[in-house]
């Protein structure tokens, strides 16, 4: 979620916060699984997927209600100034929330020991470091490509794309398939997401 102020952003309740992040990531999870069902023709919900989006969603709220206030507290102890600053900080804060909790829950449902090995650490640090770089050198000229289309849209999906894309290939030193199948599902998703979802379910749900 994008703010032109981010005097917004602090004032905004926490239920709301709660509500738009697991909206759109529920979205993403399904869509996204959906297309990588019909590409790799496998169970679209299997054990795996429903342990992730519950470790995922359980990250997101964690985040709303907790983590997001180590966001606020480090752009006012510092006085942040930046809106694109602000936004990195968020997202190291948030998705680093969402990321360890993941691991950790995910690993106690499958009886596993908990192991943030190299490859996991490379994974994610990349998709982070995508975010920030968006961020900090390409947010401002989004809006020279599209003046007309939804803002937020157009963000999001350029900012997973980056994302996921440095993702993979800091993790294995080049670009695969498996990449650009998650990068098709997750542009979909939030495609539906603003296009059908934001727009068609009431607003009190979202």
């Known amino acids: 979620m994008t703010y032109n102020n981010y005097n917004d952003y602090i004032k ?18 399904i869509i996204s699984n959906l297309v990588h069902y019909k590409i790799k023709n ?19 709220v964690m985040h709303s209600l907790f983590t997001s206030k180590l966001t606020i507290y480090i752009i006012n102890k510092y006085n942040i100034k930046s809106y694109n600053v602000r936004e990195s900080i ?4 948030k998705w680093t929330t969402v990321y360890v909790l993941n691991n950790i829950i995910v690993s106690y449902f499958k009886n596993k020991e ?18 920030i770089l968006f961020n900090l050198l390409i947010e ?14 157009i963000i999001s999906i350029f900012k997973s794309i980056i994302g996921i894309f440095l993702g993979y290939f800091i993790t294995d030193g080049y670009v695969h398939l498996d990449c650009f199948h998650m990068i098709t599902g997750v542009v979909l ?9 934001k727009k068609f379910i009431p607003p009190i749900l979202l």
């Open 114 to 131: 908990i192991n943030f090995n190299d490859k996991w650490i490379k994974m994610h640090t990349g998709v982070i470091v995508g975010y």
């Open 42 to 60: 496998k169970d679209p919900f299997d054990m795996d997927w429903v342990f992730y989006s519950l470790a995922s969603l359980f990250g997101l």
């Open 189 to 197: 998703a939030l495609i539906v997401y603003y296009v059908i979802v």
């Open 90 to 93: 968020t997202d190291v804060i």
């Open 12 to 29: 905004t309740n926490d239920y709301k916060l709660v509500k738009h992040d697991l909206t759109i990531w529920l979205t993403i999870v």
């Open 140 to 153: 401002k000229n989004i809006f020279n490509v599209s003046v007309t289309s939804d803002p937020d849209l």
